[in-house]
């Protein structure tokens, strides 16, 4: 995965559920569409952890991809993607079945630091059931 060093898996951030991320997603659209500027910290930032090839097949509405090759770029994007983001800004990352995104979970909590960290349980494939 490219890590030079072990994480806790266990310390990756919330695990949502695939009906819970839905409703996240579609209240988020919601503000986004109505204009609500005054709640844009509440806005999550959502991340499509797959690589480029997996994300031109599709990915969920307002997602931001990491458009890596290999999973182990993932590191040197995340940190400069995520520079200038308050540590407290909610983060959703979701990947295609779940072991990246606990990867990257870990990586944006004990690493950079950021505190409001979720990820997709079970990833797309659990959510597509």
Same mark, same amino acid.
């Given at each position: #995965?490219?890590?030079?060093?072990?994480?806790?898996?266990?310390?990756?951030?919330?695990?949502?559920?695939?009906?819970?991320?839905?409703?996240?997603?579609?209240?988020?659209?919601?503000?986004?569409?109505?204009?609500?500027?005054?709640? #844009?910290?509440?806005?999550?930032?959502?991340? #499509?952890?797959?690589?480029?090839?997996?994300?031109?097949?599709?990915?969920?509405?307002?997602?931001?991809?990491?458009?890596?090759?290999?999973?182990?770029?993932?590191? #040197?994007?995340?940190?400069?993607?995520?520079?200038?983001?308050?540590?407290?800004?909610? /983060?959703?990352?979701?990947?295609?079945?779940?072991?990246?995104?606990?990867?990257?979970?870990?990586?944006?909590?004990?690493?950079?630091?950021?505190?409001?960290?979720?990820?997709?349980?079970?990833? /797309? /494939?659990?959510?597509?059931?």
């Amino acid at each position: #995965d490219g890590l030079d060093k072990p994480l806790d898996w266990q310390s990756a951030g919330y695990d949502m559920p695939p009906m819970e991320w839905h409703e996240t997603l579609k209240q988020a659209k919601n503000k986004q569409q109505q204009g609500n500027n005054d709640d #844009d910290d509440d806005v999550p930032i959502v991340l #499509d952890c797959r690589n480029a090839y997996e994300t031109t097949v599709g990915r969920f509405d307002g997602a931001q991809p990491l458009d890596t090759t290999n999973f182990r770029d993932s590191w #040197d994007v995340l940190k400069d993607k995520l520079k200038d983001t308050p540590k407290d800004a909610p /983060i959703m990352t979701y990947c295609t079945g779940g072991i990246r995104c606990v990867k990257v979970g870990a990586y944006l909590t004990q690493e950079l630091g950021f505190n409001n960290v979720s990820r997709l349980a079970g990833g /797309i /494939i659990a959510y597509d059931r």
